[in-house]
């Protein structure tokens, strides 16, 4: 059998981020899945540039849930946010998934 660390994880993580309007919004975020990010990958190359952008939004959709876990936008929807709140969420996704943070295993 595999280690279940293998997979994405359904544990919740709760952050506050600031959408743009002033106010701190509490969200909420799993970890994406390594086909999301692989969707994300390839929008993040394409050539075509409203497929490369869409690609935060895939991501976003992925990642943020309410406190069950369960999804709260699709890519569309995500795709619709504006740039200040999606820029936001992307960042929260990325720390909540410890993308670009140090790590002991990290060299």
Known sequence: MI???FFASDAVQE???GLGDGKMHKL???EYSGA???AYAHAVRSDDLAVKGGA???LIADS???EK?????????????KPQAMQAIFRAVLEANQVGQD?????
Do not use: P
């Not at 876990?69 to 946010?81: D, F």
């Not at 790590?103 to 060299?107: M, P, V, W, Y």
């Open 3 to 5: 280690d279940q660390s």
């Open 15 to 17: 952050k506050e981020v």
């Open 28 to 30: 909420h975020f799993r």
């Open 36 to 38: 999301a990010f692989n």
């Open 56 to 58: 935060m939004a895939i």
């Open 64 to 66: 943020l849930c309410n």
């Open 69 to 81: 876990g369960e999804r709260q936008l699709t890519v569309a929807q995500a795709s619709n946010l």
């Open 103 to 107: 790590d002991a295993g990290n060299t």
